[in-house]
């Protein structure tokens, strides 16, 4: 069974630039998830996405990420404009389901952005 | 609102030895779930361990255990037999539906 894929690995980017990241979920998981890591943190959710809809993007800071899945399968974030403060590790992760909280999730090797 | 707190940024452990790492939350639900990730230098997130909070039996996979003290709100891992290839970060997380929280972690270091 093929895991979480994430690209790129890595990006360097300047502020102000703008960005994005891809994510193709494990085949049939219907909720995706993209967390923010910063160096010496705990992953912090971004946007969860139960097929096509979002379920919770309270901490995505919109004004400058956003964040889609089409068709229910991979999924883009995006930051534009970067700020220096944007500079961690994305990852993406994806479980079955969501309902009740006990799915396990996969994550993918993460995307580490750095921001000049 | 829910919190994880790991009160043990490090730790270090013999080869083959015993090691508990700490792990404390805060939440006004009855019914939720508690994980143990595992997050080895560049590698990906695995998940080590879970606890359901409605069962009172400690959940154990292999050298892995736990000491889920729900009225405490305490959730420990207990590794035993420590071995090289678990040194990494360790993180603790609360999950209830679409609620997930994930403490800042414990980087563990295997002496040999």
């Known amino acids: 069974e093929a895991g979480v894929a994430q690209s790129p690995r890595y990006k360097i980017i300047e502020k102000r630039q703008s960005v994005a990241f891809w994510c193709n979920p494990i085949s049939g998981h219907a909720t995706l998830y993209w967390y923010q890591q910063i160096l010496g943190q705990g992953p912090k959710l971004l946007i969860q996405f139960q097929n096509n809809g979002v379920v919770d993007d309270s901490q995505l800071p919109k004004d400058r990420f956003s964040a889609e899945r089409l068709k229910g399968v991979d999924s883009t974030l995006k930051i534009q404009p970067a700020k220096l403060e944007d500079s961690a590790v994305y990852l993406c992760?994806?479980?079955?389901?969501?309902?009740?909280?006990?799915?396990?999730?996969?994550f993918g090797p993460g995307t580490r952005l750095t921001v000049t | 609102a829910q919190t994880v707190t790991q009160s043990q940024p490090e730790m270090s452990v013999q080869e083959a030895e015993t090691v508990t790492l700490s792990c404390t939350y805060d939440?006004?639900?009855?019914?939720?779930?508690l994980f143990w990730y595992k997050q080895p230098p560049s590698r990906q997130m695995i998940l080590v361990i879970r606890?359901?909070?409605?069962?009172?039996q400690n959940a154990t996979e292999n050298r892995f255990s736990v000491n889920f003290q729900k009225a405490a709100k305490s959730f420990s891992l207990k590794i035993s037999d420590s071995q090289l290839g678990d040194a990494a970060m360790y993180f603790c997380?609360?999950?209830?539906?679409?609620?997930?929280?994930f403490g800042k972690g414990t980087r563990l270091h295997i002496l040999p």
């Open positions: 606890q359901e909070a409605y069962k009172q």
């Open positions: 992760a994806s479980s079955l389901d969501l309902r009740g909280g006990g799915y396990e999730q996969y």
């Open positions: 997380a609360y999950r209830r539906d679409d609620k997930i929280i």
């Open positions: 939440t006004s639900e009855s019914d939720y779930y």
